[in-house]
């Protein structure tokens, strides 16, 4: 079964940060136990569409697509502050996002439009997470969202 270009989008991200240090999923879902931690999630929130052209109503036509994905990291620290490490994984994962090849072959267009940073403290030490939000543009056929045009 062929996936949607934002699954598509998603894994090759994965796979642009994988070896950076960290568990990498492709997806929502938090890790649970501490040895999954530093962790990277990515997960898309959807975006809007429309028909490059104004009269179009056929599964033919290109749908312009522009989707919002988010890169999670999130880190757990004992006796550091979890900000640091947040900023270094930071550093490593802009600059790949932005260059490779794998995921500009499923988009036309990539930026980074926010990042949003949280702390905590409690009992079993100190946790972060930055999320490095992107805004990702690319067309599908309005008939088969599987394959980018």
């Not at 931690?37 to 749908?63: E, K, M, R, V, W």
């Not at 403290?121 to 999320?131: L, Q, V, W, Y």
């Amino acid at each position: 079964m062929a996936r949607h270009v934002r699954t598509q989008l998603r894994h090759a991200i994965a796979s642009a940060l994988d070896g950076l240090g960290a568990h990498v999923f492709p997806g929502r879902t938090w890790p649970t136990e501490d040895r999954h931690y530093p962790a990277i999630l990515i997960y898309a929130h959807g975006g809007t569409s429309q028909f490059d052209n104004l009269a179009a109503t056929d599964s033919t036509i290109p749908l312009d697509r522009d989707e919002r994905v988010t890169v999670e990291a999130i880190v757990k620290t004992r006796n550091s502050e979890p900000d640091d490490a947040l900023d270094d994984l930071a550093a490593l994962i802009e600059p790949l996002m932005m260059t490779d090849t794998a995921i500009a072959a499923l988009v036309d267009r990539r930026e980074l439009v926010s990042t949003d940073i949280s702390t905590r403290s409690g009992p079993d030490g100190r946790e972060g997470s930055i999320k490095l939000t992107y805004r990702m543009v690319f067309a599908t056929t309005a008939g088969n969202p599987t394959a980018k045009v």
